[in-house]
């Protein structure tokens, strides 16, 4: 699992009776696992705040390697190569999961050895989570919605379907023609209606933009 096939985002959130961090790491496209795994250790080694003692420790991770699993399907033994199966066999992971009790879901997910060794070494009794377990809990405002998060290369699109969580899954793009090919996929995939579902647009995108005019060729209404 290398950062050539998406970017890495951690976020650390910190919280004692007296004291309360949130700190958040990026690593582009293009950055190795051993490289990432050194950046994090650096950022501990440098802040001396991140030497003391928390009351709880929370690692958030948003790396692309993860799928929803419905509770029925769910099987410890087949998560590897679920994430196999979708993303490629690799021996560099460390194969987690989270239980979505609002959804009855699991979502199973990827971190690279490397980064995993680190944070395990220095904070052990960190709590884990990935961005797409919480996601959901954070907009939701209609029965059919479409929730896209862009960056510079990638973006992450949430899908509700009949108020059922049916996707969270990030994909690359290089030119906005991608990103509306992946829109229609789903679209397509899910056979959700266009004019009855609501299209939210967050992160780096405007009106303005070419990205913003190729969705608009086919949904009328998106909003911010």
Same mark, same amino acid.
């Given at each position: 699992?290398?950062? =050539?096939?998406s970017e890495?985002?951690?976020c650390a959130a910190?919280g004692?009776p %007296?004291?309360?961090?949130?700190?958040t =790491?990026h690593?582009? =496209?293009?950055?190795s696992?051993d /490289? &990432?795994?050194?950046?994090?250790?650096?950022?501990?080694?440098?802040?001396p705040f991140?030497?003391?003692?928390?009351?709880?420790?929370s690692?958030?991770?948003? +790396?692309a390697e993860? /799928?929803?699993?419905?509770?029925?399907f769910m #099987?410890?033994?087949?998560?590897?190569e679920i994430?196999d199966?979708?993303?490629?066999?690799t021996?560099?992971?460390?194969?987690?999961?989270d239980f979505m009790s609002?959804?009855n879901i699991?979502?199973? @997910?990827g971190?690279?050895?490397?980064v995993?060794?680190?944070?395990a070494?220095l904070f052990?009794?960190?709590?884990?989570f990935?961005?797409?377990?919480?996601l959901?809990?954070?907009?939701k405002?209609?029965?059919?919605q479409?929730?896209?998060?862009? %960056?510079?290369?990638? &973006?992450?699109?949430q899908?509700f $379907?009949?108020? $059922?969580?049916?996707?969270i899954?990030s994909?690359s793009y290089?030119?906005?023609?991608?990103?509306? @090919?992946?829109?229609l996929?789903?679209?397509?995939?899910?056979?959700v209606?266009?004019?009855e =579902?609501t299209?939210v647009? #967050?992160g780096?995108i405007d009106?303005?933009s070419?990205?913003? #005019?190729?969705?608009y $060729?086919?949904f009328?209404?998106?909003? +911010?």
């Open positions: 699992m290398n950062a =050539t096939d890495k985002v951690i910190c004692a %007296s004291d309360q961090m949130v700190v =790491t690593a582009s =496209t293009g950055t696992n /490289e &990432v795994a050194n950046y994090l250790k650096d950022i501990f080694a440098a802040q991140l030497q003391k003692t928390f009351k709880k420790i690692f958030i991770y948003a +790396f993860a /799928e929803l699993v419905p509770k029925q #099987n410890n033994v087949a998560n590897n994430l199966l979708v993303y490629g066999d021996s560099d992971r460390i194969v987690k999961n609002s959804y699991n979502n199973v @997910y971190i690279p050895k490397q995993d060794s680190v944070i070494n052990p009794q960190a709590q884990h990935h961005l797409y377990s919480l959901p809990n954070v907009n405002v209609a029965p059919n479409l929730y896209i998060i862009f %960056s510079t290369t990638h &973006v992450t699109m899908l $379907k009949d108020e $059922k969580l049916q996707l899954r994909f290089k030119v906005p023609e991608d990103v509306l @090919y992946h829109i996929n789903v679209r397509q995939s899910f056979d209606p266009v004019n =579902t299209i647009l #967050n780096m009106v303005a070419g990205l913003y #005019n190729e969705i $060729k086919y009328l209404h998106p909003v +911010f």
